[in-house]
């Protein structure tokens, strides 16, 4: 049984690969192609695309000085960018932005929640840092009924409460919503969540 965030492993174990279409865009802006100058672009420049390929080459070529210039770019309102920056965040701060990811999922301007969730997952949170934020989030976004059909970080959220915070009689608030409608849950994401905790998770 897979667990809920393979896919985390899987998205991160790539990014160091150089990504040819964002070489290709500012070799055609003629910007070179380094980690200086895409901090500049993230800082200075409103077009989408470049935003996206900025956060996407410095998985290659970034460093945790390259942070403060990707936080600006996740305010940005295209989804894709939003998302890609959140991403590289995660990667560059290898678990140290957690709070920052957890602080995006409570705000109303950024819509990319799936994303920040995936990059909170990317390595164990031990300090609990995104806890908090991940639990507020969950609680008001884990709707009853026919709610629980759509939800934005696709289970996510809920795989992060079972595996940090349990024992709080919030996250418990939060599964016995999921379990009591659980006809309305996303069977992959049921089975697998109940795979990893069949204590927590009622089949």
């Known amino acids: 049984m897979q667990k809920l965030d393979c896919h985390v492993s899987e998205w991160f174990w790539q990014m160091r690969a150089r990504n040819e279409a964002a070489e290709d865009h500012f070799k055609s802006c003629k910007i070179p192609y380094d980690e200086s100058n895409l901090i500049e672009v993230l800082q200075s420049s409103q077009d989408k695309f470049d935003l996206l390929w900025a956060a996407v080459a410095l998985r290659e070529l ?6 403060p210039a990707l936080k600006g770019a ?3 309102k295209s989804l894709d960018v939003q998302g890609n920056a959140a991403l590289t965040i995660a990667f560059l701060a290898n678990g140290g932005e957690n709070g920052f990811l957890a602080s995006l ?6 819509r990319a929640k799936f994303y920040a969730m995936t990059g909170i997952l990317y390595k164990e949170d031990a300090a609990h840092s995104a806890l908090p934020l991940v639990l507020e989030y969950s609680a008001g976004a884990t709707k009853g009924g026919k709610a629980l059909a759509k939800t934005p970080c696709e289970g996510l959220d809920w795989l992060y409460l079972a595996r940090y915070g349990s024992q709080l009689p919030q996250a418990q608030e939060v599964f016995d919503k999921i379990n009591k409608n659980r006809k309305y849950v996303d069977e992959n994401i049921f089975t697998r969540l109940a795979g990893e905790f069949p204590q ?3 089949i």
Request: charged content about 20%; hydrophobic content about 45%.
């Open 105 to 110: 999922l409570v705000s109303k301007e950024y």
């Open 200 to 202: 927590i998770f009622t």
């Open 62 to 67: 970034g460093t945790p000085r390259a942070i």
């Open 74 to 76: 996740v305010k940005f």
